[in-house]
């Protein structure tokens, strides 16, 4: 079954928003058509409809790309020979563990809650 909802700025973060919800979702295309494995009621469209509205308005490709530079950047902090303390090695561990937490991150905001990059430590303890 194919339901027309508003169009989302990322289409694979919508994917990823209502397949989370248990969603039967084969398809989503860029004009907002939407194909389900199976039929879906009335109450669903409302449900998924507001699930759509609810995401940020992000665009999830281009943020992914900055945080995976942004991880690609700070991986010689986690080297064994890297020149930093353990304190600080830990600091950036737990930075870059944020980094890679922000996707699951956005898909539990809620509708006027604004998200941020994760702060980089800095150079002191």
Known sequence: MNVKFTPVLDLGYAYEALAKKGYPVNSISSTGVIGFD????????????????????????????????????????????????????????IYRKALRDLPEQLLILTEGQQWSWPIPPTDKE
Do not use: C, H
């Open 38 to 93: 199976g039929d879906i009621t009335d109450q669903q469209q409302e449900d998924i409809q507001a699930i759509l509205s609810s995401l940020p308005d992000i665009n999830f490709s281009e943020m992914r790309g900055k945080r995976n530079s942004l991880l690609f950047e700070s991986d010689w902090t986690q080297l064994p020979d890297s020149p930093m303390s353990d304190g600080q090695k830990q600091q950036w561990k």
